[in-house]
């Protein structure tokens, strides 16, 4: 089998709210995959019901061919929430031994804390750990049982700049042996690093799907950046090219339609004009185009 999972027509109903809304979805073994989408798109419920934590209204959910039950009962499966529960008068040394004892081949304790680097204070109790720290003993404990499938949510939710990265590189190290993950995230950046396709949602639907690459195609339109003195939001917004304009301190940026048409009309009206970089839209412009409730395409 060449699918780590596969969603077909889930939809998941909270009275009036339909929170999934026919959501297919197949990962292959190997891919690393982001999850990305405003507050109430439905990733969360989705990703309890690829957890086999809620039954789908319409729709099934396929695990290594199974059910998700049987992959977590055999370790194949394994997730990190933000804010899974932690005992605090337990500490993290008794917590990976607790974990490690429920599956047939586990990881060592040691390789366990090299990975997810709470060997410094694995015999703190958790009740005294800061929230970075908690979180890669939630991240630890989910690596325990040696998954084949690791489904994270906001992996890097307390993390600082230098533990983000050392989290990414440890992320880098499970996938080169072909495991499987799917991360939702707010931070962007990392979608556009590390992932090998991106998922978008809205409204409880996929609107994009594909690598960063594709997703990004889905917007039209370039990026100008640079400091134009004394302009203001509304004068920019008014030339020719211009869909959009946003003013922050000294430097601008226009979402463009036509940038050449753009360039010339920026220099033509205010030609004090410096700094000046063009650029494809990103994935950050592709994700408020894409999952805000205005046009789809048209650049914010």
Not at 47 to 73: H, K, N, T, W, Y
Not at 75 to 95: C, I, K, S, W, Y
Request: hydrophobic content about 45%.
């Amino acid at each position: 089998m060449t699918e780590a999972f596969r969603l077909t027509g889930l939809v998941k109903q909270f009275k009036q709210v339909r929170a999934v809304d026919g959501v297919s979805l197949a990962v292959r073994r190997g891919e690393v995959v982001a999850l990305l989408g405003p507050n109430g798109a439905g990733k969360s419920t989705t990703i309890d019901m690829l957890l086999g934590l809620a039954s789908p209204d319409e729709g099934s959910v396929q695990v290594f061919g199974g059910a998700p039950r049987a992959a977590l009962d055999s370790g194949r499966l394994a997730a990190m929430v933000q804010n899974g529960f932690l005992l605090r008068d337990v500490t993290p040394a008794e917590l990976v031994e607790l974990h490690r004892s429920m599956f047939r081949n586990p990881l060592s304790a040691k390789e366990v804390y090299g990975r997810a680097g709470i060997g410094e204070f694995a015999r703190r109790r958790c009740g005294k750990l800061p929230g970075g720290q908690l979180q890669r003993v939630r991240y630890a404990l989910a690596l325990t049982g040696d998954p084949e499938l690791l489904i994270l949510d906001e992996p890097t939710a307390a993390l600082d700049v230098d533990a983000r990265r050392e989290f990414w590189a440890s992320m880098h190290e499970f996938t080169a042996a072909g495991r499987t993950v799917l991360f939702a995230t707010h931070y962007l950046a990392e979608a556009e690093d590390y992932a090998d396709r991106v998922v978008l949602m809205r409204h409880g639907k996929v609107v994009a799907d594909g690598a960063v690459d594709e997703v990004r195609a889905n917007v039209s339109g370039r990026l100008i950046r640079a400091v134009v003195p004394g302009a203001r939001e509304e004068d920019l917004a008014v030339l020719d090219g211009v869909a959009s304009a946003r003013v922050q301190g000294d430097r601008t940026e226009l979402g463009c339609t036509d940038s050449d048409l753009a360039i010339r009309a920026l220099l033509t009206t205010f030609p004090q004009t410096s700094s000046i970089e063009i650029t494809s839209a990103g994935l950050e412009e592709a994700f408020l185009a894409l999952t805000s409730d205005e046009p789809q395409g048209a650049l914010r």
